[in-house]
Each structure stands twice: as C-alpha cells, then as structure tokens.
C-alpha cells in the first residue's frame, strides 16, 4: 500500500525518510558483498528487482472482488534475505512513482520503512521461526505477515500524521487499518499462496544460483514441481 | 515492445534534450514548494505552473499526464475521506453525525488541504517523471555520488522492466484466449502460472546475459557515455526567480 505522493506533512515525510536511511545503507552494503563474492549475482539481482517492479504492476484479483498490487517485497526477503530486499526494494519504489505514479518522492521513505524494511524483516522472522514447518506454509506465512505488516506499518503512518480529534492516535489507527482492510487482508492472503508458487518454481529449477541464498537454496528432497 | 504510456513521454517530448539538472531544479523545487506549504493558493499556483511546463512546454501528451496526476486517486480519496472524519464521543459542532462518527469542520479543513497538497505535489513529481527517463535520471545520481553498486542494479532492472512486461503480455493474451481468466479460481490459477513463467524468464535471460557478457570479458558495470547537455542559464534564472517569487509569496500569504 503506497503513500501518495504530498500526501504526508513535510516533517513526516522527512522523518521517514531519516528512519529508512540506515537500513537502505545497511542493504547498499550487503548487495556490494554478495556483487564482489559473486559477480553473476549482479545481473540476477538486477532481473530479481524488475520481477518485483512487474509483478507489482499486475492486478490481483482478490476474494472479495476487488483487486490491489501484490508488494512482491515478501518473496524476496525470503529469497535473498532483508538486507538486499531494503535496497532492492527502494529501487523498486523509486521506479513504482516515476514510471507508474504510485508512491512518491517525498513519501518515499515511508513507504520504503512500511514496504523494504518492516514487511521484509517481519515476514522473514516468521519464516525463519517456522524452520521446521513444510516449506509451503513456512513461505506462505512468511509472505503473509510481510504483506500484514506493512499495511500495519502504513496505518500507523497514516495515524501519526493524522490523529483523531477526539479518540486520538488509537482511534486514527482503527479507522486507516478498517478502510484499508477491505484491499489488503485479501491480498495478503492470494499474496501467500502465490508466494507459496513461485518459490516452488525457483527451487525446481535454480537451485546451483540460489545456493548460499538460504534455505530455499539448500539441495533439498526435490519436491513436486509447479503442478498446474 | 511492452511500454509504459509516462516512459514514452519522457523520451519523446520537446524536453528530452534538456539538461537533466534544469529539469530536476524545476520539478523538485516546485514539489518541495507544494509540500511544505500550507496555503491552498501555492498549491494552486504549483499545480498551474507544472501542468503549463509538462503540456505547453515540453508537450507531453495530455492523456499521460492527467493519467499520471488521477492514478494515486483512490489511495488519495479514500484517504482524505478517513480523515476527514472523526470517530468517538461526539464533538461540539459537529456539521454531519452519524453514530460514533462525525465531521467537523477542522476535520473537513484538513482533508481539504491533504488534498490539496497531494493534487499539487503528484503534478510537479509528475512534470519530472514525463520530461525525464529514468536513464537520465540514473547517470544524473551517478554524478551525485549515490553508490555505483546501487546505480548499476537499478540500470540493469530499468532494461529488465520491459523485456518483463513483453514476457507478461504475451503469456496474459495466451492464457485470455483460453478462458483463464473466466473464473476466480482459474484467474488466481492462471496468475499463479504467469508468475513463475515470468520469473523464469527473468532468471533464464539474466544468466544469459551474465554469460554472453563473461564471454566477453565483460564483468564490470555497463557503463555508458552520457549524453552531453549543456545547462541553460537562461532557464535555470527563469526558474530560480519563479521558485523564490512563489516562496516569498506564500511566505507574505502566511
């Protein structure tokens, strides 16, 4: 879920953008550690960040029959781990606001702290604390709760600038999460299951590039691939 | 080829052989100007001298430029519209109530402005985005000194983009034309399967590249020379004057 651009008072906007600032640092860092170990890495990263673009330029259609932008950001950190998400992420939302007009410059630290930072490092928490869970609902957790979080994280932002005159921050908090609720808990779950997808795909047929990616890397019992 | 409609137009409008530095000033400086003002009027001075700029300027075509201004649209609506409401005990002078929630009139002045300011703040970003290609924008962070490492992934997803989105079109056509999208379950199915023939597409043509360029010798970035453009003083002194003559102005206002 994108903060428009304008749509945050300028101190916001450049408080965002200051908290988001070390984490972005942190995976510039990390992607020119894995650039310089493994030199392939660099184009596969690169083709990583235009799948995340592309797949968030599709239209899900949800449950409830409306339809919303899956954050792609989910698959990612699991992927390639939250560091290297938080820069690759930011990418992506820098070409999100130029070349579709979601998002924003000025909002975009926000939106980078709601969607690169906190929804990749939650998800992959969850992922990671479900290590001896099947694969499948590890991932589909995983992407889920990336996708929670940052609709949690983007209310919150809303509230913050815009507390309710009369309940306050709280009640700001409910009314942003109740409104964008109908969009997001749907996504969050045909999110999961797609997530669920491709990580299959991945491992069926990329398993010597994802090595030292992680467990979704390591030479495991060769599961059924993509059935459908 | 896939396209973007705001990429088009930022390689074919009259401003393409600009400096990207003149551009940059004028957008970023008239966005900054919308955003940390609080007068309504500077917003509507912005949203006039960005719309001037991008369609008789630069001539991007309308359509693109209206499509980019409206595309936040439902974000910003329903967003205005939450906080133009307030929710528990009622206030005093509430205009409209409704249970626990009501509207007043501070609540309907701020949803007034956060309107306002997201209307004038997308059009100035939006003169940026449709005068300026993202490559041009790239080679610009190059100079200032964002990391080559970051620059260099970003060119390499900016090629990815499109290659993608063919990929995307031609898969979607293939599985339309096959009623996959007919039904919920076949259309979640349906994207289910475009996702990871995308990926794959994505993974296969990276690795190819990676291998053509080794053969090669190639293994560092894929730099290229910069088009020279010269910076227009004459533009940059319109701007400035015009940037701190708004600026003083909703200062006066203020």
């Not at chain 1, 001896?132 to 983007?154: H, I, K, M, W």
């Not at chain 2, 609506?77 to 005093?92: F, H, K, Q």
């Not at chain 2, 100035?124 to 300026?132: D, N």
Request: aromatic content about 6%; charged content about 15%; hydrophobic content about 55%.
């Amino acid at each position: 879920m994108h903060i428009a651009e304008g749509f945050l008072p300028p101190l916001h906007a450049a408080g965002w953008t200051v908290v988001a600032a070390p984490f972005v640092v942190h995976g510039a860092r990390e992607v020119r550690r894995v650039v310089t170990e493994r030199p392939d890495a660099r184009l596969l990263l690169g083709a990583a960040g235009a799948f995340t673009f592309v797949l968030s330029a599709l239209k899900l259609p949800s449950v409830t029959g409306s339809s919303s932008h899956p954050t792609g950001t989910g698959v990612g950190a699991i992927v390639f781990r939250p560091p290297v998400m938080a820069l690759l992420g930011t990418v992506v939302l820098l070409f999100q606001a130029l070349l579709l007009a979601h998002g924003g410059l000025t909002t975009l630290g926000a939106n980078v702290f709601s969607m690169a930072v906190v929804g990749p490092w939650a998800g992959y928490g969850c992922y990671r604390l479900l290590a001896r869970a099947p694969l499948g609902v590890a991932v589909f957790v995983g992407v889920a709760v990336a996708d929670l979080a940052t609709y949690v994280t983007t209310s919150l932002q809303l509230a913050l600038a815009f507390p309710d005159p009369t309940s306050g921050l709280l009640g700001a908090l409910l009314r942003f999460l109740g409104i964008f609720a109908v969009t997001q808990v749907p996504l969050a779950v045909v999110e999961g299951i797609l997530g669920v997808l491709l990580v299959r795909a991945l491992r069926s047929w990329a398993g010597p590039e994802l090595a030292g990616f992680g467990r979704v890397g390591e030479p495991g019992p060769r599961e059924e691939t993509v059935d459908a | 080829m896939a396209r973007l409609a705001i990429d088009d137009a930022a390689w074919g409008n009259r401003w393409r052989q600009r400096s990207t530095a003149e551009k940059a000033l004028l957008a970023l400086g008239l966005l900054v100007l919308a955003v940390t003002s609080r007068e309504v009027v500077t917003g509507a001075a912005v949203l006039v001298l960005a719309v001037g700029c991008a369609l008789v300027g630069a001539r991007v075509p309308w359509r693109t430029y209206l499509r980019v201004v409206l595309a936040p649209l439902s974000f910003v609506v329903l967003g205005a519209a939450s906080v133009a409401v307030t929710v528990g005990a009622r206030p005093d002078g509430a205009l409209l109530a409704l249970g626990p929630v009501a509207v007043t009139d501070g609540t309907l002045t701020t949803a007034g402005q956060v309107l306002a300011r997201a209307l004038a703040a997308t059009s100035a970003m939006a003169l940026l985005a449709t005068t300026t290609p993202v490559s041009d924008l790239l080679t610009g962070m190059r100079r200032l000194r964002v990391p080559e490492v970051v620059v260099d992934v970003a060119e390499v997803m900016y090629r990815f983009v499109f290659l993608l989105l063919d990929t995307v079109a031609t898969v979607r056509e293939a599985q339309t034309a096959r009623l996959g999208y007919a039904t919920g379950p076949a259309a979640r199915r349906s994207l289910g399967m475009l996702g990871s023939a995308v990926l794959r597409q994505a993974w296969t043509r990276a690795q190819r590249l990676d291998a053509g360029l080794a053969g090669r010798g190639g293994s560092g970035p894929l730099r290229t020379l910069p088009a020279l453009r010269p910076v227009s003083v004459p533009f940059v002194a319109v701007t400035c004057t015009g940037l701190v003559a708004l600026t003083a102005a909703s200062v006066v206002l203020a």
